[in-house]
């Protein structure tokens, strides 16, 4: 859309239009900087311009509005005094015209406390002469300040132009959030909930309602008139459960129209979002997987979003994107174009399995305090809150800081939490990807094997009982313990991240995306649930390092870390605690930093029972041997 602020001299045509185009995030553009020299030179000396010094200004201008219109719109100051001006400048079909009107005298006394104009006040005269107002379009009073008059603008464009310029489908956790973020920076939002009689009937009306003040949002019970609702080329965001995107797919493509975007913002799989893509793409629409990142809180007030797929249709949405993106420590929005197919899904996916190891981490750090070390979870909190302020800042220990601390009465309310740990399928997804890519995958795929042990209770009751725990007589230095405590936690966490990215980068290589690695670092220090002070550091390694435990500062890390990690997972282990992401991020590193390991006996015995053939230490890469064994 173009906003042409139009008026004589002196209304305040470049003032409004310019806060006018900050609250509607358009470029701005000031038609008299495109006066030639002889015009500006006239008017300075009080002379009034014709028709004839106006056509090229005017052609210019013409020219120019369908180039910022295919660009997503723009707001023009520019006097347009004539009827026949304004026919000139109607290049493309939605202009939006906004007269600022006011008697000459509120006009000339404006002039002349104006210093710095080109525009004396005395041609004033000739354009009141010359103008001829507009029988349409959206008239305001200039005695208003500037910010009434930008405020009456807005309200009068939402009544004259009812589409929405988004539309948000599913209304759950997430949806509601982020439709809400949306319509609370500035976007003109139709929100629609599937109508399930009985069940699941008005929601989009019961959000409207609990958010008054919010007069940009708009409801839909019905997909058709959700669809109708919203400006050309739509942009709507799937917000539901990923099982659902096919069969919501089914009725929503029907009612779209060729250049339309659709976007996935749920957890699906990446390569269902490739099959989207492509299903789409054949029908002239823009299929968007996005992973967005944050739980609730993020999604209503900044998450770290991940979209991939044709950059066309990204192109279209990412201004909303980057409007309702969290912010780095420079300000940037937590959000960049990520790649090609699925990529956004499957960064998401990896953001996922990091996060599940994260969390286990945690969980078996807090285990060893307070059942190996029999220290009260207040006290817990306390330790925490001093590796929060040391270095292992992050928002999973935040959190878990506040879990620690919850009481419900008397008692403590993570005490009475069923143990069994649930999972929607990212994590595992990961796993799976991991293994077909053939990557090493420690820390993320015990953290979802823990997860399925942990739902065996009623076996694991069983077994606790059959095999009874007991702790060796070793006497433990708790300060020194928990000090050793805090390295192998931050050693783990670097390590964890290490094998996330290095599923990234093997996909990337394999598949030609080109991703980005200190870019997802960044869009992921804010916003999301893995955001930490690690991955600022992440955010500056990845722009020289390839490999995490190759870059210097981490190197040294480690090397500090190591002693102290080793003795806590020795020790936690001997007394049962179980240790399954510590133990495998241990693992992973001694087997990582193994120059000469055993597999040459894996060989030797592949080649015994199956001929398999093996290579030689002494021999050609490549080259291949076979020895008769028996
Ligand atoms: N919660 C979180 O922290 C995060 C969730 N996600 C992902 O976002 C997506 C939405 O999650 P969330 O908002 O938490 O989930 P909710 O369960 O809160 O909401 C799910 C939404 O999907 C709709 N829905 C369910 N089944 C269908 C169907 N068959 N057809 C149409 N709509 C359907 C629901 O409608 P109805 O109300 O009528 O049942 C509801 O609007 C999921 O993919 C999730 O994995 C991503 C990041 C974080
Ligand atoms: O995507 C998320 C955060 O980034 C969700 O919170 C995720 O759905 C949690 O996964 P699970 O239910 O498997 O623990």
Not at 241 to 265: C, F, H, K, R, T
Request: glycine share 8%; hydrophobic share 40%; with cysteine.
């Amino acid at each position: 859309m173009i906003y042409i602020v139009m008026g004589v001299t002196g209304s305040g045509k470049t003032t409004v239009g310019q806060r006018l185009a900050e609250r509607l995030r358009l470029p701005f553009y000031d038609a008299d900087d495109y006066h030639p020299r002889p015009s500006i030179d006239k008017m300075r000396q009080g002379i009034p311009l014709n028709d004839a010094d106006r056509a090229p200004w005017l052609a210019q201008l013409a020219s120019l509005i369908p180039v910022w219109e295919a660009n997503g719109g723009a707001v023009l100051a520019c006097s347009a005094l004539k009827e026949e001006y304004r026919k000139t400048l109607q290049t493309v079909p939605d202009i939006s015209w906004i007269y600022l009107d006011g008697s000459r005298d509120t006009i000339l006394q404006r002039l002349q406390a104006r210093h710095a104009h080109f525009m004396p006040p005395a041609m004033l005269e000739s354009q009141l002469q010359s103008l001829e107002k507009p029988a349409y379009g959206i008239h305001v009073d200039v005695s208003l300040s500037p910010e009434q008059i930008v405020q009456e603008v807005i309200s009068k464009l939402d009544h004259m132009n009812p589409q929405s310029e988004f539309g948000v489908i599913g209304l759950g956790v997430m949806g509601k959030s982020l439709a809400l973020n949306l319509a609370s920076r500035g976007v003109r939002v139709a929100m629609y909930n599937r109508h399930v009689p009985g069940k699941e009937e008005g929601i989009a009306t019961q959000v409207i309602a609990e958010n008054p003040s919010l007069t940009n949002i708009k409801g839909f019970d019905k997909l058709e008139e959700f669809v109708q609702s919203l400006e050309k080329p739509r942009k709507v965001l799937l917000m539901i459960y990923a099982g659902a995107i096919d069969a919501q797919l089914d009725v929503l493509i029907p009612l779209l129209e060729s250049g339309d975007v659709v976007i996935d913002g749920g957890n699906s799989y990446y390569k269902d979002t490739a099959r989207r893509t492509a299903l789409l793409s054949g029908k002239g629409l823009h299929f968007v997987g996005a992973g967005i990142s944050g739980g609730e809180e993020g999604a209503r007030k900044g998450p770290s979003i991940m979209p991939g797929g044709p950059r066309e249709g990204y192109e279209q949405i990412a201004k909303y994107l980057e409007l309702i993106a969290a912010r780095d420590s420079k300000g940037k929005p937590c959000t960049t174009y990520i790649g090609p197919d699925g990529a956004g899904h499957f960064v998401k996916m990896v953001h996922n399995g990091i996060e599940y190891a994260e969390m286990q981490a945690l969980a078996e750090v807090y285990s060893l305090l307070r059942f190996m070390l029999g220290i009260a979870p207040a006290e817990i909190a306390g330790i925490f809150k001093d590796w929060q302020k040391n270095s292992l800042g992050s928002y999973l220990l935040e959190i878990t800081i506040d879990i620690l601390q919850k009481k419900e009465g008397d008692e403590l309310l993570l005490d009475k939490i069923l143990d069994q740990a649930e999972q929607k399928g990212t994590g595992g997804w990961s796993a799976a990807v991991a293994l077909e890519y053939g990557v090493p995958y420690d820390t993320l795929s015990a953290a979802v094997m823990a997860r399925a042990l942990s739902a065996m209770k009623t076996e694991r009751v069983k077994a606790a009982a059959l095999y009874q725990k007991q702790s060796p007589s070793v006497t433990i230095n708790e300060k020194s313990f928990v000090t050793s405590l805090k390295q192998a936690y931050q050693a783990t966490r670097i390590i964890n991240h290490e094998i996330g990215f290095s599923l990234m980068r093997e996909v990337s290589v394999q598949l030609n995306w080109e991703l980005n690695f200190s870019e997802i670092a960044r869009i992921w220090t804010n916003g999301c649930i893995i955001r930490s002070q690690l991955m600022e550091e992440l955010a500056e390694i990845y722009k020289h390092e390839q490999r995490l435990l190759m870059a210097p500062p981490i190197v040294d890390k480690i090397r500090n870390a190591r002693q102290g990690f080793a003795s806590v997972v020795a020790l936690g282990l001997q007394y049962g605690i179980p240790l399954p992401v510590l133990s495998s991020a241990l693992n992973y590193f001694i087997g990582y930093s193994t120059a000469d390991s055993a597999a040459n006996l894996l060989q030797a015995q592949r080649d015994y029972f199956g001929a398999h053939t093996y290579q030689r230490k002494d021999k050609t890469t490549g080259e291949y041997f076979h020895t008769q064994w028996k």
